[in-house]
């Protein structure tokens, strides 16, 4: 079963900034609720023991407030000396995993994971896991392509249409970003993941529970009308 998670947590939301100001965007309220407290109560429901949070811009307020607002995990914080992108970001976090493999999530989306779902795919098939969901649109995202639950390739952004597109959730072994140098950035979705091919064995989890990301100003709207409704329970005090 996994164990232990990592959240993306140092955006600087530049595009979310007319709805929020200079707050972190992981930190952006929904309903009253820092989303980033959203997902550590999901995790913390689905059975994750120990969530590393990789922190960047305005990390001191991230950890002030939740060593002021303690959660029933244990946390722990790791900190960009300089912008390392998203590739950089994980690969600092993986130091601080006791695991062998972490399940990885960005810190501006929210997935209905099944953890114990999750665990059982990974204990089949003992490979790194991208988890996928079903769009009308991958514009925005980038499109996965797969055989039965083998990913061949993974396209960049612009390609307009129907498809699978990554749902910014991740399973990963500790050693898997070993290859690339500790202090220069580089991107888990360009320049790691649209590299991959067959022979890399990735495997896509395809998800059909709910999905929504709050990185521009119409999803994080669509998330405050909506986000309370679909998960109450994460949202009782």
């Given at each position: 079963m996994i164990s232990e998670?990592?959240?993306?947590a140092g955006g600087?939301?530049?595009?979310?900034?007319?709805?929020?100001?200079?707050?972190?965007?992981?930190?952006?309220?929904?309903?009253?609720?820092?989303f980033l407290e959203i997902l550590i109560r999901k995790l913390e429901s689905e059975g994750i023991q120990h969530i590393i949070l990789s922190l960047g811009y305005r990390s001191q307020s991230i950890i002030e407030h939740f060593q002021n607002r303690p959660v029933a995990s244990s946390l722990s914080f790791v900190v960009e000396d300089k912008v390392m992108g998203t590739g950089g970001a994980i690969k600092?976090?993986?130091?601080?995993?006791?695991?062998?493999y972490a399940l990885v999530m960005n810190g501006d989306s929210y997935l209905d994971i099944d953890a114990a779902a999750?665990?059982?795919?990974?204990n089949k098939y003992q490979s790194p896991i991208i988890f996928g969901f079903d769009v009308d649109n991958t514009y925005r995202y980038g499109c996965i392509e797969y055989e039965g639950s083998l990913i061949t390739?993974?396209?960049?952004?612009?390609?307009?249409?129907?498809?699978?597109i990554s749902a910014g959730v991740y399973?990963?072994?500790?050693?898997?970003?070993?290859?690339?140098?500790?202090?220069?950035?580089?991107?888990?979705?360009?320049?790691?993941?649209e590299s991959i091919t067959r022979k890399?064995?990735?495997?896509?989890?395809h998800s059909t529970n709910y999905f929504i990301d709050?990185?521009?100003?119409?999803?994080y709207k669509l998330a405050q009308a909506e986000l309370q409704t679909q998960i109450p329970l994460l949202f009782k005090t």
């Open positions: 998670a990592i959240i993306l600087l939301g530049t595009r979310l900034r007319s709805e929020i100001g200079d707050i972190p965007k992981p930190m952006a309220p929904v309903s009253g609720m820092p600092l976090a993986t130091k601080k995993m006791s695991t062998d999750a665990s059982q795919f990974l390739n993974i396209t960049e952004k612009g390609r307009i249409g129907p498809g699978t399973i990963l072994p500790k050693g898997i970003l070993d290859h690339f140098p500790s202090d220069e950035p580089f991107s888990i979705e360009f320049d790691f993941f890399d064995r990735f495997r896509l989890f709050i990185g521009t100003p119409d999803s």
